[in-house]
């Protein structure tokens, strides 16, 4: 497999269990401020990055390279409210998809077809990724400080479950 690609994808691996990290921890922190329903959320959207960093890992090995792993940088443990975690994660979301077009940049400069086509995949995900992650934030801010405004919006975020995709299937 192409060096500098090999390199990039093993650092992108890095960076989603990175993002898996950050959703953990903001899961962390609504649990233990009693939102369980923005917990789930997190937990859900935590999972997917693992998702997310198992293609590269996959793709890495499909390609006959090899997985590297790297330590995985620290994240704040705590945010001042729920609007700020998704403020935090909306702008998270704009950093992963400035990677991504980094990388499709790289995958076309190298002329690696395969590369091309696999980022494609996370070139709609990151659409969609900041686009959730923003609609909360409107939603949030809608909120504003009513208790009961952000005890019915803990309750839909709730619902969301997370459903392993099956193989070639897009995450959930
Ligand atoms: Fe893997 Fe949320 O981007």
């Not at 997190?42 to 997985?67: C, L, P, S, T």
């Not at 077809?113 to 959730?132: G, H, K, Y």
């Not at 949030?140 to 193989?167: I, N």
């Amino acid at each position: 497999m192409n060096e500098k690609i090999e390199k990039a994808f093993n650092d992108q691996i890095n960076a989603e269990l990175h993002s898996a990290y950050l959703y953990l921890s903001m899961a962390a922190d609504f649990d233990g401020k009693s939102l369980g329903g923005f917990a789930g959320w997190m937990r859900a959207q935590a999972q997917e990055e693992v998702i997310h960093a198992m293609k590269f890992y996959d793709f890495i090995n499909d390609r006959g390279g090899k997985v590297k792993l790297q330590p995985i940088k620290e994240v704040p443990t705590e945010w001042k409210s729920p609007l700020e975690a998704f403020k935090a994660a909306y702008d998270h979301e704009c950093y992963i998809s400035g990677r991504i077009n980094d990388l499709m940049k790289l995958a076309r400069d190298e002329n690696d077809n395969p590369a091309i086509n696999f980022l494609d995949w996370f070139v709609n995900e990151q659409v969609e990724e900041e686009a959730t992650a923003d609609e909360k934030v409107q939603e949030l801010k809608l909120v504003g400080d009513s208790g009961p405004g952000l005890f019915m919006m803990d309750r839909e975020m709730g619902q969301r479950v997370f459903t392993p995709p099956a193989d070639g299937e897009e995450g959930a």
